[in-house]
């Protein structure tokens, strides 16, 4: 069984910091991951997808990286702002389903 | 606005009524998800369709029917609620690697 997790599960920073955001699975049989924002009582907005042949996606300020033979996945952010605080959840695709991590609560202090 | 609208938003249940959450996309996408969303666990799978008539079991299915009778429209139902399906419920569309995801409808059983 998958299992997906993410470290840490929250994460306070300074405007203006760069960060990192990690993600693990334990099974690397995987289609694609996928990054993921939460607003409070929103639902979930797809901000970044790896294929499995990929190694990185790129978006503005944010850079992910795949890779499988070590079951991690990273989520950059450049030059934080208070914008950016979210829930930030990653979830990996197999088969029809896919299995998300429980989220990193990221919080940036102006 | 194209998209994934769920109804209702919210809801209080006593436990042993009964409730259907509904789903509905103006995508035409074939893949409709319900997950369930709890403090500290990530989103898990209820149920899936992977078409207009189709239905088959996620992670947690118990205690939960779905229909999907037209292609659009995506129904949970809780037969006998219970305090354990207090949770956020998300539904989601899919077609290829997009996934398109509702606001959610907070569902508390006392």
């Known amino acids: 069984k998958q299992e997906v997790t993410q470290i840490p599960a929250a994460l306070s920073v300074p405007e203006g910091e760069n960060l990192v955001l990690n993600c693990s699975f334990t099974d690397s049989a995987i289609y694609n991951l996928q990054w993921f924002r939460q607003d409070p009582g929103k639902g979930l907005t797809s901000l970044l997808l790896?294929?499995?042949?990929?190694r990185e996606q790129t978006s503005g300020r944010l850079n992910a990286s795949l890779d499988k033979s070590s079951g991690r996945s990273t989520l950059y952010i450049a030059a934080s702002q208070p914008g950016d605080s979210a829930t930030y959840l990653c979830?990996?695709?197999?088969?029809?389903?896919?299995?998300f991590g429980a989220g990193t609560r990221l919080t940036v202090k102006p | 606005n194209a998209g994934v609208t769920q109804t209702p938003k919210f809801r209080v249940l006593k436990t042993g009524q009964s409730m259907t959450l509904l789903c509905a996309q103006d995508?035409?996408?074939?893949?409709m998800y319900w997950y369930r969303q709890d403090p500290g666990m990530g989103l898990r799978l209820i149920h899936y369709s992977v078409g207009e008539g189709t239905t088959a079991k996620g992670e947690v299915p118990d205690g939960y029917n779905v229909s999907r009778l037209k292609k659009q429209n995506f129904l949970l139902g809780l037969e006998s609620a219970a305090p354990s399906q207090t949770s956020v419920y998300f539904c989601a569309s899919r077609q290829g690697v997009g996934y398109t995801f509702g606001s959610g409808t907070r569902l508390t059983v006392v």
């Open positions: 979830a990996v695709m197999e088969g029809n389903d896919m299995r």
């Open positions: 995508m035409n996408h074939e893949y």
């Open positions: 790896i294929q499995s042949s990929q």
